[in-house]
């Protein structure tokens, strides 16, 4: 069949083939090209999306929707659909790129041969390459190479996208895989990278520019790549390269009718790009509220984990940028100001501060303070610290007697909690130091070993007059006298006080010593963010509002959560209001006056705890609710067991509480956080209650007769009612077996805002200091 060497040829000619045999040759070269090729588009497959090229950021924005941050994941991606694709962005990449795109058939046969033709001279095989085949090479094989391998593995697949695949399908996912520098893949990271906006926001001539990044953004970024080349890519080469690009690409628009002259006319500049900066940046607050956004999601089960960890959202926060701002200027002011560990390295390091600001009406949080830089601080301190709250706590026992009241003394346990007298703030309980503190029933509490409790107050100091000491519950709360709340917790019964502190805002699992006197003085240990939100339940008149910190979420789906209020009436109104208006005279003219705003109703509460260990401010308007708090931990987070440190000495101060540096934070902040807002005033409260051990008025002594001889009895002097404070130090535990001692934790109270020291325990024989002052399980400082 193949007459070669030519049979009756001799010399030369019986090596020259005949025609014949060479037509054949080609024919069957060619035949075998197109069974190879036949064989190879049959066997080849469109493989799934690299998952590379699908790896997304979630991006976080603040709540006047400028965007926060974008992390949370290793590639800056974020993908929409085709339909937030500018028409102007899929035209500049066709003009530009592969204007045959919506016809062919997914290669260029003139490029392959051109890009073999320069393999074959040692070159790259860069060029010819049309959209299907980028979108190949980047999302598809994620193979950069520059081999004859993966360039024929590419034109097989490319050729099957080609004649399988929806051309818009290709257009989306090749904008959403391509890099466009700036660590931004895909067109959405590229427009907020570049343009602080949307994808869908662009224009024609930012379309274009972002189109001339696509062919290398080290040499197209208008703000230069000197760290990569620098002699080539400065900002100066740069922009030039970039304008001409852009602008030939624009030409091309209008030429290819993808664009008017007349729009063409309004881009012949590079549009105005922003400094370029980290997309992954988390450092001073930006972390902790990453990571509140993050775990409200989670926890409120609207994205699971591994979702998140997928990424593709776009999260819109409750947080204000501004109020984030000051509140941490507020904190800086004040460790600039007073806290020195070079000039007090025993007192001052370690310290300290959270804070969590949220708006009554609606629970969102407006602001935190978690610490002094997420990236090195771990613990969000507005979220969870540890810290006992103190005499902040003694809102909620009011709160507690003014819903339900007291129970009758002369009833049983049962009969007793229906019939109940609600009280009010003229309602008079004793303001005795070291008072023996008793059942509703007036027998006197033991613990389980049969201890009494004798509830100490700040610097032992009693208030009242002898020998009864009675003090009226607004003055009581204005001193923060410890003896007088920690018996009104007993007679309404710490179950109910627990119940107005759940009411409000606060989490079960935060609440310890719920069955000890000591619970109405703070023991527990809510976080900022929950006093914060408790209390604006008493400023919103009652209406508890849960706090959260994502407005609503989306993907390149739609809509995936939208946050909806479900405001729950915890209160009466009368209720909260009274409430307010005691804690308004905390503020007025109690150990609250630091916290003072210029105009405005403010109410509030000081706390400090046993041991000097934490103290708070919290404190509200109508418009806004904040916690401050102040503690001295150390800083290794990796330890087990870490305990609070005092705080004696601390800032140079003898002594810290809740009057001092957390409500000066507070003072600082809310001034400028409620700057050009209205002045609201708090509603004046309607009637409520009785007046509880109102002593019955005395009896008038008759007039003596003429013959009578009367002897004027004389007055006696009251003891004098004053505040040293000098609190009694105790090791800082949170549960008793973690303690050398089991002293427990009680609020003194007094001028400083609450001091929590060692409660008394004593006895039924004697008075002594060497009982378990809890009386169970919780001991260690109040707070």
């Not at 089960?301 to 591994?306: E, F, H, S, Y």
């Not at 310890?512 to 003085?521: H, K, Q, R, Y």
């Not at 339940?537 to 809509?559: H, I, M």
């Not at 303690?739 to 002594?768: I, M």
């Amino acid at each position: 069949m193949i007459d070669y060497p030519r049979a009756g040829k001799y010399g030369v000619a019986r090596w020259v083939p005949s025609w014949k045999l060479v037509t054949g040759l080609f024919i069957g070269f060619i035949g075998s090209l197109v069974a190879v090729a036949g064989v190879g588009y049959a066997l080849v497959s469109v493989p799934n999306i690299d998952k590379t090229a699908t790896a997304q950021n979630n991006v976080f924005y603040w709540s006047d929707g400028s965007e926060m941050v974008s992390t949370g994941g290793e590639t800056n991606r974020q993908i929409i659909n085709l339909a937030q694709i500018p028409k102007a962005m899929q035209y500049a990449v066709v003009s530009q790129e592969n204007k045959t795109f919506y016809t062919d058939s997914g290669i260029d046969p003139k490029g392959i041969a051109r890009a073999v033709f320069n393999m074959v001279r040692g070159g790259e095989t860069q060029g010819g390459s049309t959209i299907t085949q980028q979108y190949v090479k980047n999302a598809l094989l994620n193979d950069q190479s520059q081999t004859v391998t993966r360039k024929f593995k590419e034109i097989f697949i490319s050729i099957k996208v080609g004649a399988t695949v929806n051309k818009d399908q290709i257009m989306a996912e090749y904008l959403n895989s391509a890099y466009y520098g700036r660590n931004a893949y895909g067109l959405q990271a590229a427009a907020r990278a570049y343009f602080n906006k949307d994808a869908e926001k662009l224009d024609p001539g930012e379309c274009a520019f972002l189109a001339a990044t696509l062919k290398g953004a080290t040499y197209y970024d208008p703000a230069g790549a000197t760290s990569i080349d620098p002699a080539n890519a400065t900002p100066e080469a740069n922009q030039k390269r970039a304008l001409r690009q852009m602008q030939d690409t624009l030409n091309k628009m209008v030429e290819y009718g993808h664009l008017s002259a007349a729009d063409r006319a309004n881009y012949t500049s590079l549009p105005k790009v922003q400094n370029p900066r980290s997309n992954t940046q988390l450092k001073g607050q930006v972390g902790y509220l990453v990571d509140l956004a993050k775990a409200y999601l989670v926890n409120n089960k609207i994205i699971t984990a591994d979702q998140l960890q997928q990424g593709g959202y776009s999260i819109y926060t409750t947080f204000d940028k501004k109020k984030v701002g000051e509140l941490e200027a507020a904190v800086k002011k004040v460790r600039k100001e007073n806290i020195d560990p070079k000039k007090r390295p025993t007192k001052d390091t370690f310290v300290q501060f959270g804070g969590a600001s949220v708006e009554p009406s609606t629970g969102a949080i407006r602001a935190c303070y978690g610490g002094e830089d997420a990236t090195t601080h771990f613990t969000n301190n507005c979220d969870s610290t540890g810290a006992q709250v103190g005499s902040t706590f003694k809102a909620f026992v009011l709160a507690a007697a003014m819903k339900w009241g007291v129970r009758d003394p002369d009833l049983g346990e049962s009969q007793a909690q229906d019939e109940r007298t609600v009280v009010n703030a003229k309602s008079l309980f004793s303001g005795k130091n070291d008072l023996k503190i008793k059942n509703y029933d007036r027998t006197v509490w033991k613990n389980e070993e049969g201890k009494e409790w004798l509830q100490e107050n700040d610097g032992k100091q009693s208030y009242g007059s002898p020998p009864k000491f009675q003090i009226d519950l607004r003055e009581a709360m204005r001193e923060s006298v410890n003896s007088a709340f920690v018996q009104l917790g007993m007679d309404v019964g710490l179950d109910k006080v627990k119940e107005a502190a759940m009411d409000a805002g606060l989490k079960e699992n935060s609440l310890a010593g719920t069955n000890f006197p000591s619970f109405s003085i703070g023991i527990s240990d809510p976080s900022a963010i929950r006093m914060a939100g408790a209390y604006a339940t008493f400023a919103d008149s009652g209406k508890q509002n849960e706090p959260f910190s994502v407005e609503r979420v989306t993907s390149k789906d739609g809509e995936v959560f939208k946050h909806k209020a479900a405001p729950e009436q915890a209160f009466e109104k009368k209720v909260a209001d009274n409430v307010t208006d005691v804690l308004k005279t905390v503020v007025d003219k109690g150990t609250g006056t630091n916290a003072k705003l210029t105009g405005r109703d403010v109410a509030g509460k000081t706390g400090t705890t046993d041991g000097n260990k934490s103290a708070w401010f919290v404190g509200y308007t109508p418009q806004l609710s904040t916690a401050i708090t102040m503690f001295r931990l150390d800083d290794d987070e990796t330890k087990k067991n870490r305990t609070f440190l005092e705080m004696y000495g601390t800032g140079g101060q003898e002594k810290i509480h809740g009057a001092s540096f957390p409500s000066e934070i507070w003072h600082d902040y809310m001034e400028q956080a409620l700057k050009g807002q209205p002045k609201i005033d708090f509603p004046t409260p309607e009637p409520i209650g009785e007046i509880v051990n109102e002593e019955p008025s005395p009896t008038p002594t008759p007039t003596p007769t003429e013959s009578e001889s009367s002897t004027p009895t004389p007055t006696p002097t009251p003891t004098p009612s004053f505040v040293t404070p000098s609190p009694t130090a105790s090791e800082t535990c949170r549960f008793t077996w973690q303690c050398d001692d089991s002293s427990g934790g009680t609020d003194n109270g007094g001028t400083d805002g609450g001091v929590t020291p060692t409660p008394t325990a004593t006895s039924t024989e004697e008075n002594g200091n060497n009982g378990n002052g809890n009386g169970g399980l919780f001991g260690g400082s109040g707070g």
